[in-house]
């Protein structure tokens, strides 16, 4: 059966497997009682621990999980549109490069986590217009001369991560290290994210034809009425906007937003109409899964959730790519 012929069936599958892995994020955990336990102890009102646990520990983290998931996701095909390129990611234009140097700045200053939040924020907020004005040169934008001035202005920062991890504080390094790879104990309320999320999928179902269009490139996309410019600065700000807005909760957690585009395109073809609520929902499936994994897995000790992204994500999309391959 080919899904791509049934984007339907994809979409309710991925709304199933998202109300699964919410459910297991809020079932299992390292305290309280076991995922047997849990629900007849919630629904009887029997144990207040149980509900806090639920209600104030696990359930924001879930939440919030699948809001970063589902926003990396979006940002990373709003990118791939942006600058026709399958290998865009949403750091590839310094986003989370000046967010790492602000929260990181902020950390050995011995800043509150609210304080480094509010760095990091700025700081993405800084190199989006960096790149913004390096890049809008005379003629205007091209999707080479923005993406070489991402990568650019990514390598400094870069430069300047490292620079700051070798002359900081050993005692708060391994913080540092965990926020530059993701870290989910960061994260407070996740309604705004939620909120974020809730906006850009409805937004980007109704911009679905112009994306197709300008997927195809700026020539034919003119031809065909689109306005280019606006379209490419809208996409440049809205997706630089929802990874500001991740890499402040909980840090830089690469690999969602390069490789889930990818394996959505391959399930329900290009279409952005499906590609958008089934990239969110793939998105969110993944970091929810990669930090419930995190979090227990070497319980009490909590793991890196950028690297589970990358570890379970690549084989799932390395056997896509070989289906895909083998059916053509």
Not at 21 to 46: E, F, K, Q, T
Request: proline share 5%; hydrophobic share 60%.
């Amino acid at each position: 059966m080919r899904l791509d012929r049934r984007p339907g069936l994809v979409i309710l599958l991925l709304v199933l497997g998202a109300l699964l892995a919410l459910l297991a994020a809020i079932s299992v955990g390292s305290a309280g009682p076991s995922a047997g336990d849990l629900w007849p102890r919630l629904i009887d009102g029997s144990d207040p621990l149980a509900s806090t646990i639920v209600m104030q520990l696990r359930l924001p983290r879930a939440l919030t999980a699948f809001a970063v998931g589902g926003l990396l996701a979006l940002a990373g095909v709003a990118m791939q549109v942006l600058l026709r390129n399958p290998l865009a990611d949403p750091y590839v234009l310094g986003v989370s490069g000046g967010a790492s140097v602000a929260a990181l700045s902020a950390m050995l200053a011995g800043l509150s986590a609210v304080a480094v939040q509010s760095a990091a924020f700025g700081g993405a907020l800084s190199a989006t217009v960096l790149v913004f004005g390096l890049a809008h040169g005379q003629g205007g934008w091209t999707p080479t001369r923005l993406l070489l001035t991402g990568v650019v202005v990514a390598a400094g920062a870069g430069a300047m991560v490292s620079l700051l991890l070798a002359a900081g504080d050993p005692t708060a390094l391994r913080g540092m290290v965990y926020w530059l790879m993701g870290d989910l104990s960061w994260a407070g309320s996740p309604v705004w994210l939620l909120l974020i999320l809730a906006i850009a999928v409805p937004a980007g179902i109704v911009a679905a034809r112009p994306l197709n269009v300008l997927a195809r490139g700026d020539v034919q996309a003119q031809l065909l009425g689109v306005a280019v410019a606006p379209l490419r600065i809208g996409l440049f700000i809205c997706s630089s906007l929802m990874t500001a807005a991740t890499v402040t909760t909980v840090g830089a957690i690469g690999f969602v937003g390069l490789v889930v585009p990818h394996l959505i395109r391959l399930v329900v073809g290009s279409d952005h109409r499906r590609v958008i609520p089934a990239a969110a929902l793939a998105g969110g499936i993944l970091v929810t899964t990669a930090d419930l994994l995190a979090r227990t897995v070497l319980a009490p000790r909590q793991l890196p959730v950028g690297a589970l992204t990358a570890l379970v994500g690549v084989p799932l999309f390395l056997v896509l790519l070989r289906r895909a391959h083998t059916s053509t």
